[in-house]
């Protein structure tokens, strides 16, 4: 059974850093893109970075120039780099992999993380 672990968010000071990790475990023989989505309190879950198997990537207006995405396929696992991070940062950090796995099938499957809490403030 395959399985997702975020990790990485917690409280940070204005123009701080975290680097945000999703595993995924079990089955899986590929990681695809890495999407990042973050849902603040009261708002639509919103598309913030995505990174492809080639490695290019793309970010929301809002986080260019702060975040990087990166994945890494020896290990399964998509990272989100976050710099001078902002109170309006503020949000659960959903990672959404695109792996091949071995189920019934040999197939592309999507899977969500748990999300991870991510707060800036003073």
């Known amino acids: 059974q395959v399985q997702l672990v975020e990790s990485g968010g917690g409280l940070v000071q204005p123009g701080g850093s975290l680097r945000l990790s999703c595993t995924a475990s079990g089955p899986v023989f590929v990681i695809g893109t890495v999407d990042w989505y973050r849902q603040a309190p009261g708002m639509q879950r919103e598309l913030v970075a995505t990174v492809d198997r080639n490695g290019s990537t793309n970010y929301t207006d809002s986080v260019k120039g702060r975040f990087t995405a990166s994945r890494d396929g020896d290990k399964i696992t998509g990272y989100l780099q976050m710099n001078s991070l902002k109170p309006e940062d503020t949000a659960v950090y959903y990672c959404?992999?695109?792996?091949?796995?071995?189920?019934?099938?040999?197939?592309?499957?999507?899977?969500w993380g748990q999300g991870t809490q991510v707060t800036v403030s003073s």
């Open positions: 959404n992999l695109d792996l091949f796995i071995r189920d019934h099938f040999l197939r592309w499957k999507k899977y």
